[in-house]
């Protein structure tokens, strides 16, 4: 029987669709059908639970695509299945299939070790983000000790040029001499890597101009005079 007003029902009702069978599609030397059959139809969905796991959507998408892309007489190859929402929300791994295909690792690998990845990815993606602050502020903790050795020593420099500018003019020296020694022992036995290094002899520097400046103010040997 052929409905004749099949257009209609499909713009008040979208979930049919109309169909035409040829004539002669059945028995092309009988003529069978012996004209045109306009027929109506309903949209078959293909539904899954919310909780269905995507690896699984993917799958059941790839199986039915296997299944349904054929040619045949209501429908062209690669045809169905399709992505058309009628009653129920289309899922976002079914559009992202309709779009891209499968999964990057699902075309590649067997589909356990596929799933597998994914997780994982999917982990270390939060996990990342907890690491590379972390590491970051690791770096950063390690810059500030390694400066924080030489700037100790600089203070400490720092102060005993201090003394020494307050001492008065023949006074003795010796005491800060040893002490400078022992500033001198220390930075010899720094060790830092190559991006601190300019600090380090930058101080070095330092140590070795104070020493100067030091072996100026001690007082010159003792002049006696004629009797």
Known sequence: M???????????????????????????????????????????SLVAGADLHPALQYLLLEVAAQVHSGAEVFQKPGEF???ESIDLPLSSHALHYYKSGRPFLQRYMPFWLAVMGEQLLVLSIPIAGILYP???????????????????????LLWLESEMETRGAGRTTDDLSARLQALERRTQRVR??????????????????????????RPGPGLSSPG
Request: proline fraction near 11%; glycine fraction near 8%.
């Open 192 to 217: 830092v890597p190559p991006i601190y290094i300019p600090l380090l002899y930058t101080l070095k520097e330092h140590l070795g101009h104070v020493r100067g400046r030091l072996e100026r103010s």
């Open 81 to 83: 299945p399709a992505p």
């Open 134 to 156: 972390l590491a970051n502020g690791l770096s950063a903790l390690y810059g500030w000790g390694m400066r924080r050795r030489i700037f100790l020593i600089y203070g400490e």
């Open 2 to 44: 052929s409905f004749p007003r099949a257009d209609a029902y499909v713009a008040r009702f979208p979930y049919l669709t109309r169909l035409v069978v040829p004539m002669g599609v059945g028995d092309l030397a009988k003529e069978r059908p012996p004209r045109d059959v306009t027929l109506l139809a309903t949209r078959t």
